[in-house]
């Protein structure tokens, strides 16, 4: 299993930061490698879906479940399929600024031979990706709150 952490310092209250981070609409804009994703809301908070999910020209198809859904403190989806992770977000503010902090967990099935290769390959690859999507997080909300 690899575990990746981001952080971000976001110049906004959380409660704007929340907004843009539980809205699974924006999902696929923010984060360059979703595609093709579908969901239904849960009225407790969160969600549901699928998605697909690339890796460079690695492909993945994967189903998502909110499994914590603690308005602007806490979210936590887990995906299962090609590729198994669990993405937890945690924010904390002042009320002026939000850190928003974000760990991914993740498997995938690989055979044997090549499978240091592939994490290796894959772990680069989703830091990249978290990188450019936490950054577009932060411009999304920023220039909502300007």
Known sequence: MCTLHKNIIINTPADRVWEVLSNPKLYARLNPNISD????????????????????????????????????????????G??????????????????????VEYTAKWSRVGAVLHESVLEYMH??????YLHNIKVTVEKAHN
């Open 37 to 80: 994703f579908t969901f239904t809301t849960s009225p407790a908070g969160g969600f549901e879906g699928n998605w697909n999910y690339a890796l460079g020209k690695l492909k993945l198809r994967g189903k998502l479940r909110t499994v914590l859904f603690e308005p602007k403190r806490q979210l936590v989806v887990e995906s299962c």
């Open 82 to 103: 090609q590729m198994k992770s669990k993405w937890s977000w945690f924010l904390e503010t002042d009320g002026y600024w939000t850190h928003l902090s974000m760990s």
């Open 127 to 132: 830091d990249e990706t978290l990188g450019t």
